[in-house]
């Protein structure tokens, strides 16, 4: 049994940041706040906190902090039933990149009385973060569930790419061919970002090596293709209005590459989680 | 002496992810390519390359890939002076979150024939990464120089703190007090964000422990603004409009957060990057 006075100490200390900002968080005194995470170390047989500034969880820390979450969320779903107030400790979801830079901030925005943690994952780590229950639930860019955990379709997300006018002027003057695609500079996520090569392989029907940029950001993505860096891959929600208005062209209006996106939730935390996964059902993306 | 071809060979493995891939941009057998990054692990005495799909760099590699760009720098100015063709090779650059989503990317589309690769630094590492050799450059939120690199002033970037109407009347009616900001969920980018707690306590004179969403993203931010979750800080830019149009309040017209900008350059490739720190010093935000 975990001591519940224990876990707030814990979660104040990391939401804090500190030791003396969780004492005046929770109205205690900081050797309170001392004592109990060190009780809760002892008890748990391992270090929960680094002591560093802001204080930062150690990778068992990290696990009880979705316990915590779990918890709090139960915790909440109970009192709001009996009519009393909710404490506050952020839920902890990963969420794609481009999910992030879409869809998913109007959805969450109406689950009342969450507080979020979202972890964008730009890396494809989101099973691992999953696994290691580092995360409560995550929408991911794949459909293969994770082990433990209920996986959610949430419709596909659908992808244009696109270019400046005036890059479209200079680098494909005789359409998207391969010889074009060869010298003309791409906008790539990261490494593991394959939509470009994706869509130029069905555009062409061959294998391509893309000259690229790397760029870190789905927004970014579509400044630099509006500023002539390179041609891009967005959701179609990004780019589709600024193709509308004429600052951007669309490359090729019949090749459009698409994402099966799901939400997946870790099954002992499912049933806690049934507002958000409600919201994100009715807000996803459904192209098909 | 680090063999020219084996470098090539080493780089393009990366470009393209895979042995087979570098060997299709390089025009020659996936053996030579295999040959080459032998010949060059042998010569360094350590494994450059993960052998995973995509391909990955080591550590030993990631500082071979910075070593090769600033060559490819070097090399491509002697070839435009030369009036030759120039050769890809990404520079890799760290770049702040609410740096990229502002006045970095109309910049670096004012430099012609390079490609970037832009590492989002979201979590204070840019030293870290410059002392690693893992970028040859950094546009850093502080003004404190990383040994070894040049340190430019880039002017300040100025945040305003922000919500939406509704959330104003909802959660600060009597204005943004100690108690109001004790209750009103904050938009905080990760846990090493203090944006938000150093504008509460310019506004308040106080010290403040807020509730908090981390939401990973400075435009996911302005979006979760506009959709009522949380008041939040954000560069001048990207709200004043918003601010303007009605759709977001300015919570305090008399209170400024401003962090100082520096484009820190690892001495050993400065020259090489001369073209690159005149348009970011050009183009940067100078408030002061």
Known sequence: MIDRAALAAFSAVIRAGSFDGAAALLGVTQSAVSQRIRGLEENLGTALILRTRPAAPTDAGRRLMVHAEALGLLERD?????????????LRIAVTADCLATW?????????????????????????????????GAITA???????????PLGHLRYIAFAAPDFVARHFPDGVTLEALAHAPALTFNRKDRLQKAWAEMA???RVILPTHYIGS???ITEAGLAGMGWGVNPETLVAPLIASGRLVDLNPHVRVET?????????????????????????PRTR
Do not use: K, M
């Not at 998913?104 to 999953?130: N, R, T």
């Not at 794949?142 to 959610?152: E, I, K, M, N, Y």
């Open 104 to 136: 998913v901030i109007p959805a969450l925005a109406a689950v009342e009385g969450v507080l979020f943690d979202l972890v964008v994952d730009d890396q494809d780590h989101s099973a691992d973060l999953l696994r290691a229950g580092e995360v409560a």
């Open 260 to 284: 099966p996106l799901s939400w997946q939730v870790a099954r002992r935390v499912a049933p806690a989680l049934a507002a958000v996964t409600r919201v994100l059902q009715r807000a996803a």
């Open 78 to 90: 109970l009192l709001r039933d009996l009519g009393l107030p909710a404490p506050d400790a952020p």
């Open 204 to 206: 062409t029907g061959a």
């Open 142 to 152: 794949s459909d293969r569930p994770v082990p433990g955990c209920d996986a959610l």
């Open 218 to 220: 789905t927004h970014a």
